[in-house]
């Protein structure tokens, strides 16, 4: 379930940055005697790795969105189960600090993602 929710994030950043290449950049990488493996790993992953490493933090959030859910059902033990028992026992203290926990890993999940994002950026500063 999760896999099937993160997947479509991923496909669609990459297929968006694909057609954000520029066509003259293949042209000139066959002038200059590219193979198909040179435009794959020195023209394309380049120029698309910021549109995949943002659709990757957005497949983080979605699965991360998804996965406490589906721990709150049919599982035994997750932070989904944790806050289901926490509300039955009434310990709504506990249920507090597992809300806190989720969100402080959300938000570092996502801080490595944007620091991924800053650190394979490749714009020009004139």
């Known amino acids: 379930m999760i896999s099937m929710a993160a997947v479509w994030p991923v496909t ?3 297929a968006n940055g694909l057609r954000k290449v520029d066509p003259s950049w293949f042209k000139v990488a066959r002038n ?5 493996y040179h435009m794959l790993f020195y023209v394309i992953f ?3 790795a910021m549109d995949i490493i943002t659709g990757i933090r957005l497949a983080l959030g979605v699965a991360w969105i998804v996965l406490v859910p589906a721990e709150y059902l049919g599982v035994t033990s997750g ?3 944790s806050i289901n028992d926490a ?8 249920l507090a600090a597992i809300v806190l926990i989720i969100g402080i890993i959300g ?3 996502d801080s490595i993602c944007l620091l ?3 650190r394979t950026a490749w714009v020009r500063n004139d």
Not at 32 to 36: F, P, R, T, V
Not at 87 to 94: G, M, N, P
């Open 87 to 94: 509300r039955d026992t009434l310990e709504y203290d506990r």
């Open 32 to 36: 200059l005697g590219a193979k198909s």
């Open 12 to 14: 669609f950043a990459t």
């Open 107 to 109: 938000f570092a999940l």
């Open 46 to 48: 380049p120029a698309i």
């Open 79 to 81: 932070l989904g189960y």
């Open 116 to 118: 991924l994002i800053k």
